[in-house]
């Protein structure tokens, strides 16, 4: 893992290196976002290198000569840490720092390390040690070699390095194996919270989207609640709800999500599974991309591409462009009119200065009506909860006491919730 400089006024320099086979510029994004994530390291980002490369090489991935022209920029510009943007296999990471005799990661190590420093919560915590635990175990090879090189050994005779490397092994896989029963603990405590939440007669909503998008600041907007948002990548690691009032007496239950981003580490995907299926078990989803941003379009595939691995891209998905107040007035009408050619349904909206709120919860009140179910039911005297619900959970559209003292209600609810109505249904 990255180490720090011992004095914080010494940062650690950092040359961000992106490979690709077409066009240099065409990952100069990519290498933006890699120097963000470095600079949210407390690294000093030297000017990102972008590498023409014909085909993928099993030493370097990159050939012998481009290695060491890379090596011999990072020497000249005194580079302390080479980081690259594509992920690279154990044996290349110790190639590299052995030609560039400096450190050497790629970026998911970059992710693992800001998980590791934004984790709050225990859940959040031992999930971040579980994926980094995965991410280092196939990493131990080589890095004891040196104490095989300083004892002999013949055929049948193992060196101190690979006794090494095999208790270190040992010791890891006990620790992951310790990580996964703990967060299987911790996430069985979860279940029952998600639950009992899944009980109430409340609409259930997930906001997701890409990292520094501003879905905590949305989600502060529409509640007015004080919700943590910081203007930093992956502020929030573990979900977060708050109930939202919407028109027609309506509202709704909305959880804010771990941010996605482009080459998620698969390790952190799967860590954080329990995390992510608040997108699963929601009536419907709040996309939310950055209008201001140029890679909106990428940054909409990622986060699609992530429901998809979960299996919620079938959802009901509403479409929001935030931080439509960073647009320069005069770039608007024609951003506006190519994301609209895009995504035709979306809503354009400023959790900053509260522009177009009104409309976005006007639509989510559409799609919590859609969740629901109308029916015509008699309830009998003692079940005035069930009244109560009815009003809470949705719209009522006819209520009248009849003789008996019953109750009849012409209503709509929430699929889920139909079970506390089932045995008085007309």
């Not at 950092?14 to 600079?39: N, R, Y």
């Not at 060491?68 to 590299?96: G, H, K």
């Not at 015509?376 to 009003?391: F, N």
Request: glycine share 6%; net charge negative; proline share 4%.
């Amino acid at each position: 893992m990255i180490e720090l400089a011992a004095d914080a006024a010494v940062k650690i320099r950092a040359l961000p290196v992106g490979i690709t086979s077409g066009d240099p510029a065409e990952i100069a994004g990519q290498l933006d976002e890699l120097a963000e994530l470095l600079v949210n390291l407390d690294v000093e980002v030297l000017e990102p290198l972008a590498v023409h490369n014909r085909e993928n090489r099993p030493r370097y991935k990159v050939g012998s000569g481009k290695a060491e022209e890379i090596a011999r920029i990072a020497q000249e510009s005194e580079a302390e840490l080479i980081v690259f943007d594509d992920p690279l296999t154990p044996s290349q990471q110790r190639n590299w720092e052995k030609l560039s005799q400096c450190k050497v990661i790629d970026r998911e190590e970059v992710i693992l390390e800001i998980f590791a420093s934004r984790a709050q919560t225990r859940e959040a915590v031992l999930q971040v040690q579980l994926a980094r635990a995965k991410y280092m175990l196939p990493r131990l090879t080589g890095a004891w070699h040196h104490l095989s090189r300083q004892r002999g050994g013949g055929a049948t005779t193992r060196g101190q390095g690979e006794m090494q490397i095999e208790t270190d092994r040992r010791l890891l896989r006990d620790q992951v194996r310790q990580l996964e029963e703990e967060l299987a603990r911790v996430r069985r405590n979860r279940d029952t919270q998600r639950k009992a939440r899944m009980r109430r007669p409340v609409s259930q909503g997930a906001i997701v989207g890409y990292t520094h998008v501003g879905k905590s600041s949305l989600l502060a907007a529409l509640s007015g609640t004080e919700v943590a948002a910081k203007d930093q990548l992956f502020a929030t690691l573990d979900p977060l709800a708050r109930k939202v009032a919407l028109p027609e007496h309506l509202e709704a239950v909305l959880t804010d999500t771990v941010g996605f981003i482009r080459k998620l580490p698969h390790t952190l995907v799967e860590a954080f599974k329990s995390t992510l299926e608040e997108s699963l078990i929601a009536d419907f989803l709040v996309l939310v991309l950055d209008a201001s941003s140029r890679d909106v379009d990428l940054e909409w595939e990622t986060t699609i591409g992530v429901l998809r691995e979960l299996g919620a891209d079938e959802k009901t998905i509403l479409t929001v462009f935030n931080k439509c107040d960073k647009i320069p007035a005069e770039d608007k009408p024609c951003l506006f009119a190519r994301l609209r050619g895009l995504f035709p349904d979306a809503l354009f909206v400023s959790a900053e200065t509260g522009e177009n709120l009104d409309a976005l919860r006007r639509k989510m009140a559409i799609l919590a009506a859609r969740s629901r179910k109308r029916l015509e039911a008699k309830l009998p005297p003692d079940r005035s909860d069930l009244v109560a619900i009815a009003y809470q959970a949705g719209q009522v559209d006819g209520c009248r006491y009849e003789e008996d003292g019953c109750c009849r209600l012409l209503f709509s609810v929430a699929e889920k919730h139909l079970h506390l109505f089932s045995e008085y249904l007309v």
